[in-house]
């Protein structure tokens, strides 16, 4: 059990629960009826308060909009089949919101009252998590500065919140990526492997060369050599050599992804092999042409899994048949399955909150 004494519970008197459809949510444009609030002062975390959504009222120095403090989660609470809200691994993302804030000089946010925020505020909008597996009430959890002063220095003062956006399943169209060898996403000793709000502003110019020329995201290359992949947008990515998996190793560059975490645990427990090691895209076109490539996909909490058909690499292009993976959905159908308590939790990953 939660000691929720020190939190407050203000409810809506109106839900908009009713105006949406379940069968038709657009990602990331619906917001559930209450959000989680906590700032932090003179050095310690107060007003912890659940409360209905609204519009914040901001001061235009706030220090985080010209210098940056600012991190975030993203995660996601689904419906067993019983209709027992679930979150998935929210430990995880309590842990790393304080490694992000941590490089961003933020203070940590407790990981108690993160599993109380989350544990309250998903027990308080259940009906707002769509029941068919696949969908989920996809959680925001985000920390910014909120010192009112204008000048590159620490903030003293912050803010925590976390909303709510149903979420319906994620039918994810086959990816072609631009493995883009003129931009980086993260150097070695940079921020890369924070959730750092500035790093998605940085992505979106390359991006946006990237879909000029048809590409849907860029798979970035290392910053030093150009010669390593990373990751995908905000997906970590895999590569199957016949039954064999390999992925990035995490190095300081790459976001450590629970779902990739999972997806590793998952591929063990199956008795397939899995490598977590520096990956050239040398070996990823050369695998495309001889055939000895044979899946790659993204892994993050928004998509689960999303299969990549082609890749880009000066001027060099691999198609990837998409419609013979195995590994892929089968990775997708248990850790939804999972989430669904279709299948057996057994990593102990779900929290039934009840
Ligand atoms: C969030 C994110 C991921 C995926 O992490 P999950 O914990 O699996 O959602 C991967 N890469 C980047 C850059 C991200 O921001």
Sequence with gaps: MIDTSRLRIEKT??????????NNIPFGRVFSDHMYVAEYDNGAWSNMRIV???????HPANIAWH?????FEG????KANDGTPILFRPEKHAIRINKSAARMCMPEFPQESFMEAVYELVKLEKGWIPPQEGSALYLRPYMVAMDEFIGVQVAKSYMFCIFCCPVGPYYAKDLKLKADDTYIRAAQGGVGAAKAAGNYGASLYPASLAKQEGYDQVLWLDAKEFKYVQEVGTMNIFFAFGDKVVTPATSGTILDGITRDSCIQILKEKGIEVEERPLSIEEIMQGGKDGSLTEVFGSGTAAVIAPVKEIAYKGDVINIDTSAFKIAPMLKDTLNGIRSERLEDSFGWNVRVV
């Excluded at 209905?52 to 901001?58: E, R, V």
């Excluded at 210098?67 to 991190?71: A, E, F, I, R």
Aim: without cysteine; positive net charge.
């Design 67 to 71: 210098y940056g403090q600012s991190v």
């Design 13 to 22: 008197s109106v839900s908009k629960l009713s105006d949406i459809d379940f």
């Design 52 to 58: 209905p959504f609204k519009n914040f009222s901001i």
């Design 75 to 78: 995660m996601k609470a689904t």
